[in-house]
């Protein structure tokens, strides 16, 4: 789970400045769009919409913006139609990458993704080549700082989870994709914070990339794949030293 608790802290970081904001809200209101149009507007019935309502709000996305993505999904308003697509591909040193998105025009958008790995010396793969390398859990991360990881253990579960990882600065609390929503609000009705809180394509094994010139080639495969205005999500089964990676980031 290296890779992507260490490309999580580096998003956080990239991620305060408003440019980066205004993307993070765009990809918001996609899944809240689709999600709405996939599986209705009602939030209680629908757990991906309520998953991605709470994302919204936990950015501080307003009120209005929401319910707008939700119309949009359930065609009380008029909005783009946007399809999932997932591009798997194999970046610097082999590292296996799994790109998410949401795209109005594919044509468009697998042009831009094969672009992006050519240029990292990685290549884009058929559907397959590399999904299978991940699973995909419920994944909620808090600061490690803030608890004491046996009684965090405890109480994630207790309130369904499956395991609570420790990594250098954070907890992984992992659950079922089913009982994701459930483990969510639990931990939050009883006070403990996270900064975030998703569904997520973990790692089975993780690849080192112990050279310098592969790694700072490899992260920037990941940016540039992360700040495409339709890719969703990036995930990635990359190691990387934390003394190397702190000189990188």
Not at 123 to 137: D, I, P, R, Y
Not at 151 to 167: S, T
Not at 188 to 203: C, D, L, Q, R, T
Not at 221 to 233: A, F, G, M, P, T
Request: aromatic share 6%; with cysteine.
């Amino acid at each position: 789970m290296s890779g992507h608790s260490k490309w999580s802290t580096i998003k956080r970081k990239k991620g305060a400045n408003d440019a980066k904001r205004g993307k993070i809200f765009t990809r918001l209101i996609k899944e809240i769009t689709v999600a709405a149009r996939t599986g209705g507007g009602d939030p209680d019935g629908n757990p991906r919409l309520r998953s991605a309502i709470a994302a919204g709000k936990a950015e501080n996305m307003p009120k209005d913006n929401i319910d707008r993505a939700i119309k949009k999904g359930t065609g009380e308003l008029e909005g783009e139609v946007y399809e999932e697509i997932l591009y798997e591909g194999y970046g610097p040193a082999g590292v296996a990458v799994l790109v998410e998105c949401m795209t109005d025009n594919r044509n468009r958008t697998v042009a831009d993704i094969r672009h992006y790995f050519s240029k990292s010396s990685g290549n884009l793969g058929e559907s397959g080549c590399v999904a299978w390398m991940f699973e995909k859990k419920g994944l909620i991360q808090v600061e490690k700082e803030k608890y004491d990881e046996e009684e965090l253990m405890d109480f994630a579960l207790e309130a369904g989870a499956e395991d609570v990882v420790e990594e250098a600065s954070t907890y992984q609390i992992l659950t079922n994709p089913d009982e994701f929503s459930d483990v969510r609000d639990a931990l939050e009705e009883n006070g403990v914070e996270f900064f975030e809180a998703s569904v997520s394509m973990i790692p089975a094994n993780t690849i080192a990339v112990t050279e310098e010139k592969q790694a700072i080639s490899l992260l920037k495969l990941l940016e540039n794949l992360e700040d495409h205005d339709d890719v969703q999500n990036v995930y990635s089964n990359f190691d990387i030293d934390d003394e190397l990676m702190e000189q990188l980031s």
